[in-house]
């Protein structure tokens, strides 16, 4: 079996690689070659990999090897590949959650029952990847079935709640005013906070002020909506104030406030009396006798209710915090967004954002402030904007919907400011439109103004409307709602599959390489210790019983001679003894202590490289004969799941294809291959030898999202030619090593 080969040059195996053909049909031609290219023409002369398998020896062993779905189900060169080269195909993405079910919780297995059926046909096994993971999820289905649900309100069910009615709109804002006479004074100096329910018969804002007898404390103002929405103020009043007063001046409609308390820093205790207007007494609640409008306790139509957050940082601008303000660096002049002095603000209180523009602009973008929030919008949601505003200059602006500042989504927002000497409130709402979709920012035009100005920014605020029927569902709901889930999946999967896919990774990558709770192991996978962003955790809902509902659901679902297996990586770690290995033997004996959960066997994904550093190298062989010595003692089925290997230089560095692969580096990734399966021969038991699976058997090009421009395949890229490390794969299956000689 062993062939002995020449140590050829760089440009030799390149001639090599040009040699060895395709494995699924001869190449039919009669070429004189150098006596060089014959001295190495013995890739030509291997037969096809699973040739090599003593089946008398290892009857239940499956050579495999890891296949794009969708290009096996063609029928062609990937196809004749396979067939002819392995027992077992593993599809790298087609079995998964998130390839399958939509957002809407519905699932296509058309892709699955296509690659079913093309493996049935050729009498190529498949092997199932994978049920559970945390990877590749559908987030979006899976975190809408567990958020906060809406609860169904009767909109004829009432409560009682304060009723201001005014027919009329004046032009001052104090031209309606509703006085509470507090029945404890406020104290100068501490923070008080104002909460309650509110709403109106269209958008406003009202004025909230504190009085003495003789000093009015101004703000904050605060915002209703046409819906019941939570109002939160907090102030810390300048005086020992003695009034509440609530300005309505120019609203001219119904206002409604209801569950109102007012508490200082630090106190529970309620100031406003019948707060909640359970009854008619108004004790404290007074107006100006010539102020022509009525208040009373009337029971009001619960409806909907909703609130409305503010999403911008800083929005009255006395920190120095400028995330949510950016100006553009303008080609006409200064333009930056600064924070102003002490004065500057809204009717010269506190501080304000400042603009400068220049001169001559050749577009009304040219100079543009933009407001940034941490949240996209989605078209149909509704917000609320408004913000205090002057100019040295009177001026027009314009508004634009953008992604992020300078990535322009639509030609308006919230409408087109006009800018006076003199400080003005602006404000604008609506719906999010279907141009709008994906907004973050608001970006204000200010070169429509031809002229260098001064713009100033004052109380901004940009809010979103959230519903406030909504109930969170308790942890027991959560896990009840997920493990439905899982059980659709599953399944549905074993429907789809109809019994022919007999050995699944029933759970994908379950250990962190963290042990936080100091027991020795480390712990399951979470979003504390991952990537919560891109990821979907069961664990954390399911808790460690997570793996047991899937072991359950799979034997439940799928045929009874099923194999089950726990898949992850890095089991062959040196640089942790092969500690996660150790934590994963040790959570199966946990999950298997219940009694009845079996896990068949173990996946070593075996993603590794080979180290030109000979110290390094020594290393690795170590840990890997360590594993299959820890793999052997459990008595379970062993399974390397998705074998490659890439290439590191004595320096560390990772070699590329295109870096120039040499012969030397050839033959020692051929020798490392070797040396895999042989010593999972040797000390693996035959009875516990499920198989092992190439995962990437042709070189992936360099665009590929695993491992791109590595040379990791048997082959080179799209299966062209044979390379050493096929040789050297080949021979570790009979069991014999892989000698290069002069």
Known sequence: MRHKINALGVSI???VLASSCVDDTGLEYDVQKPESIQQVEYLNDYDALKTYVDRSANPDFKLGAGVTASKYSELGLEYRVMNSNFDEITAGNAMKYGSVVQDDGSMDFAQVVQFVGAAKEANTEIYGHTLVWHAQQNKVYLESIIADQEVEIDPNDANNALHISTSDANANIWDWQLNYVLPTLLTQGVEYTLKMRAKASENYTVAFWRYDGSITDYGPDFSVGDSWSDVSITFTPSMNATTLQFCFGTFAGDLYFDDMELTAAGSEENMIENGAFDNEVLTGWEKPSWHAYTFEVAPVAAGPATWWTNLVTNSDVESDDLSS????????????ATIGAPGTGADGVGRAIVVQTGDNPSNPWDSQFFITVPYEFSEGEKYRFSMKIRAEKPAPSESQAHAQPGQYLHWSMVGSPNFTTEWQEYSNSGEILAEQDGMSTIAFNLAVFEEANTYYFDDIYFEIEESGNKISLTDEEK????????????????????????????????????DNDGDGFYDLQSADTGDPENNFYWQDYLGDNYVRIAVKLAREYGPGDMKLFVNDYNLESDWDDNQKLKSLIHWIEQWES????????????MH?????????????????VQMYELLAETGKLVKITELDMGLVDENGDAVM???????????????FYNFIIRKYFEIIP?????????WSPADPPSSSSWRGGEPIGLWTENFDYRKHTYVGFAEGLVGEEFVGTE
Do not use: C
């Open 325 to 336: 303000f950016k100006a553009t660096e303008s080609t006409v002049g200064p333009n930056d």
């Open 686 to 694: 035959a009875n516990q030898r499920y198989g092992i699976a190439h």
């Open 657 to 671: 294809i295109d870096d120039g692969v040499t012969q030397e580096q050839h033959m020692a990734m051929a020798e």
């Open 594 to 605: 219940d009694g009845e959960t079996i896990i068949d066997g173990i996946g070593t994904q």
């Open 479 to 514: 896990a009840d709602t997920l493990t439905y889930a899982l059980d659709k999946w599953i399944a549905g999967m074993m429907e789809a599959t109809n019994g022919y896919v007999k050995s699944w990774d029933v759970v994908n990558e379950p250990i962190s390489g963290e």
């Open 608 to 624: 590794v490289s080979y180290h030109m550093n000979p110290e390094t190298q020594a290393s690795k062989e170590e840990h890997i």
């Open 13 to 15: 195996m390149l001639l």
